[in-house]
């Protein structure tokens, strides 16, 4: 299954969640948001959500600021 993370292919050998893929290769995303296909996925739902051949993810932090 191949997967683009952050304008980067990624090739997965089987189907996983979006919290199995980011904690196999990137450990914690803390402060972080994520979008898959330019759809913003809440964190709550990141263990739940499994990815698609073809699916663009882009993980980005998020800034506090005023």
Do not use: C, K
């Amino acid at each position: 299954m191949r997967i683009t993370f952050n304008d980067r292919p990624l090739e997965l050998a089987q189907s996983m969640t979006l919290d199995a893929m980011l904690t196999r290769w990137y450990g914690t995303a803390s402060g972080s948001a994520l979008a898959v296909n330019q759809t913003i996925i809440p964190r709550q739902h990141w263990p739940e959500y499994q990815l698609q051949d073809g699916d663009e993810i882009l993980l980005f932090q998020v800034i506090a600021g005023g």
